[in-house]
């Protein structure tokens, strides 16, 4: 069995990376959902083995990619669908666009529970809607962490409102990394159903499970699974973000052909080598993946430990998914813009909280997907600006 060096430090200056790019000199970026290690050997191996063939021509959507789709939901959810039931698009970001795009109509409302994923609000903007908001309810669990829960009562107003027509759903959450149990998917599928808000599911996460069982809320049942559009990508779980190759699934067809329609309209369309990693890192990088979500969840552990020692005022998550911590920083004593401490003082680039919405505002989201010693000096840099915020007050 193969080991994968997760320690490596890969340098990515120089290749036009937009996460190292767009920091200034000296800033070490922890900020934008994509991991610093190299991806599963099976996804370049069958880039490889494409880019010999030579010819580069338009592409059909693989069937095969599709199969292994369906074999894939299956084995992990127990959820049966069919080949016909998936499309493709060229990152997650254009399919919740297409979403916005066909569905409900101009000046209608969708319905999001922040914080959550900036391009949400992106996807009701850009396309003459609106982002009904509704906080979840920020729930201390002790003097270092914390988690959300959420507000029914305010769901509920909200899909009920006759301008209401979708509702994006982030699960496993961005940027709080919790997983929804499947009680609270039927209590939010049932509101949606009973509303007639279509469910628009990003559950791009999925994968990255550092503990516990995602559950997808098309599983609930078969009438929530109908009122479903549901979006996953290798791309966060193999690195390959960069491909743009995100895979669309809706098992109800007149919400699948209008999904459909809506890409084409926009000329959405994924390339060649997306589609060949995606199904390289899908039929060969199990076990690249059982590695990386133990070293990913080593992290975490090493981050938050870190954070309670070191800088009892940062509260955090405890994240069951993804590689990302989120951060209130509100009772640190800083003078002025929270960005501009993080920059300039600490020296790293996460998140901004405001990118999440206005209940983002006063956190920061940290990405821990890069080797240990990366995560460390970030850390280590957060403690020296946070000690010497203490020598000012």
């Not at 499947?182 to 509101?191: P, T, V, Y």
């Amino acid at each position: 069995m193969t080991a994968y060096n997760f320690d490596e430090i890969i340098d990515r200056t120089g290749h036009d990376s937009a996460k190292w790019g767009a920091v200034a000199d000296g800033c070490l970026p922890m900020w934008v959902a994509d991991m610093d290690f190299r991806s599963p050997p099976t996804a370049i191996d069958a880039m490889i083995e494409r880019a010999h063939h030579g010819v580069f021509g338009y592409t059909m959507d693989p069937l095969k990619l599709k199969e292994v789709v369906v074999e894939r939901m299956e084995r992990l959810y127990n959820w049966r669908i069919k080949p016909e039931d998936i499309l493709f698009s060229p990152g997650l970001v254009l399919g919740l666009c297409a979403a916005g795009r066909g569905f409900g109509a101009p000046g209608d409302a969708v319905l999001i529970q922040t914080p959550v994923y900036g391009p949400f609000f992106k996807a009701a903007t850009s396309n003459q809607k609106f982002a009904l908001s509704i906080d979840m309810q920020y729930v201390a669990d002790d003097e270092h962490s914390f988690h959300y829960e959420n507000d029914y009562d305010a769901f509920e107003e909200a899909a009920s409102k006759p301008q209401t027509s979708i509702h994006l759903q982030c699960n496993p959450q961005n940027p709080a990394g919790f997983m929804y149990s499947s009680a609270e998917l039927e209590r939010i599928g049932e509101i949606c159903l009973k509303h007639e808000v279509l469910i628009v599911a990003d559950e791009i996460h999925s994968d990255l499970i550092l503990e516990g069982q995602h559950i997808p809320i098309a599983t609930v049942s078969e009438e929530i699974a109908q009122n479903t559009l549901t979006m996953i990508a290798p791309s966060k779980t193999y690195n390959l973000a960069g491909l743009s190759c995100s895979v669309l699934i809706a098992q109800n067809k007149e919400i699948r052909e209008t999904t459909a329609a809506a890409l084409q309209s926009i000329g959405a369309h994924v390339n060649i080598m997306g589609y060949e990693a995606a199904y390289g890192a899908y039929t060969g990088g199990d076990e690249w993946l059982r590695q990386l979500l133990v070293y990913l969840k080593d992290n975490r552990d090493f981050a938050i430990d870190y954070i309670r020692k070191h800088m009892p005022q940062v509260k955090t998550t405890v994240p069951t998914s993804t590689y990302l911590l989120w951060m209130d920083m509100r009772d640190l004593p800083i003078e002025g813009d929270l960005m501009e401490f993080c920059h300039k003082t600490a020296g790293i680039a996460p998140s901004p909280g405001a990118f999440f919405g206005a209940a983002g505002e006063g956190f920061v989201r940290l990405n821990f997907g890069c080797p240990r010693a990366t995560l460390a000096t970030g850390l280590e840099r957060l403690r020296a600006a946070v000690e010497q915020l203490a020598l000012t007050v």
